[in-house]
């Protein structure tokens, strides 16, 4: 199988507007989350990590919604920096989410084209209008797993000759619809959420892009590498986790065997850590049993929020930039282990000699995913 390399990358958070931008705020141990008192999203205050509508590029002709400026607005900076062009045959269009346009079920008529509007391939088709792409795009929603999932899709397309380029794009917006869905289950957090942590208390929410731009051309090969991944599936129920961690481990043994690595060669991963008492007992359960509980270890959900669809790219990205700078984050809000599974959960900022790190991810329906990066 041909090499696949990272071109160029953004995040277009709350936090920041480049990746650049992003890792030195969550350097210095910035969050994006704060107490936000907004009836149009919650009758009560909620903690969030929430663009203000002022942060988003105008759109005169009101062409698009929030979400596809959002993804815009990401795609935009990293086409420029790459060098790569949309118009290119070699090159496909993969977007990720796992709400899309959804909101427009608060704001629209209910009329025949609400359907059309608010399906996720139309929004994939007007941001590769926008910009150029000759090629159709694809969509990759699968619950909270479709950011790393859409890095597979993209990985695969270039391994298999299809395409030589893949830029993916993820992204989601927070508004009452999303909220409340999670709300309904009693899993958002009363504070800031604190992923392993014994007092932990829910899921946190975030808005977020990101955009990752793969190439099997070879003139990258002194990039980062996306070595491997696979996905599973727990099928056990539709939104509580496997209790054994069984399935997501699966994924991981998978990746690594995919990337040619043993345990022992991952310097250290990027946890999923939602902060839910049942995500993080599930993925501390699989870590350890895969023979990564020594591994320093690390969520960013605390910088960030849940951000769905684009969480397994920014916190790939994220951690690409760890390996860059030999830099492994810490888990901000964490302080106790709550997790049954001893696991490495990192509490400062280190700096080690990095290679190789893994990306863990789940999602409602019990899926799973695991992707290897490495120098």
Excluded: W
């Excluded at 988003?56 to 795609?75: C, G, H, N, P, W």
Aim: hydrophobic share 40%; with cysteine; charged share 20%.
């Amino acid at each position: 199988m041909p090499a696949v390399y990272i071109v160029a990358d953004n995040i277009y958070s709350p936090i920041g507007v480049t990746t650049a931008e992003n890792f030195e705020q969550v350097k210095q141990g910035i969050s994006g989350i704060k107490q936000h008192h907004n009836t149009a999203l919650a009758d009560e205050p909620v903690y969030a990590s929430l663009f203000d509508y002022a942060d988003f590029k105008t759109d005169k002709q009101l062409t698009y919604t929030r979400f596809e400026r959002l993804l815009i607005a990401s795609v935009e900076d990293t086409l420029k920096d790459s060098g790569i062009e949309a118009s290119d045959k070699k090159t496909v269009l993969i977007l990720s989410s796992t709400k899309g346009n959804i909101s427009l079920l608060e704001t629209d008529a209910d009329d025949p084209g609400l359907k059309d509007r608010i399906a996720m391939h139309t929004s994939a088709k007007l941001v590769a209008a926008h910009f150029g792409f000759v090629n159709q795009p694809l969509v990759v929603s699968n619950a909270c797993i479709s950011g790393i999932m859409a890095i597979l899709t993209g990985m695969r397309l270039l391994q298999s000759g299809q395409y030589e380029n893949a830029v993916i794009v993820g992204a989601d917006v927070i508004t009452k619809f999303v909220l409340s869905g999670f709300q309904s289950f009693q899993a958002i957090s009363t504070e800031p959420c604190r992923p392993f942590d014994k007092n932990r208390t829910g899921i946190t929410l975030g808005e977020g892009a990101a955009t990752m731009i793969l190439s099997s051309n070879a003139e990258y090969s002194d990039r980062i590498k996306v070595l491997g991944g696979a996905v599973s599936n727990d099928a056990n129920h539709i939104s509580a986790p496997s209790r054994t961690g069984e399935e997501l481990k699966q994924a991981i043994e998978k990746a690594l065997s995919i990337a040619g690595l043993k345990a022992g060669d991952i310097d250290f991963v990027s946890a999923h850590g939602t902060a839910t008492s049942y995500n993080d007992e599930m993925e501390a359960k699989a870590i350890a049993s895969a023979g990564l509980d020594k591994v320093p270890l690390n969520s960013l959900k605390g910088y960030y929020g849940h951000t769905l669809g684009a969480a397994g790219l920014i916190e790939s990205i994220i951690s690409i930039q760890s390996l860059k700078q030999n830099l492994i984050l810490p888990t901000l809000g964490f302080k106790t282990i709550g997790v049954s599974d001893a696991i490495n959960v990192c509490t400062a900022l280190t700096s080690a000699a990095l290679k190789t790190c893994l990306k863990t991810a789940s999602g409602f329906g019990g899926c799973n995913a695991a992707v290897v990066f490495s120098k």
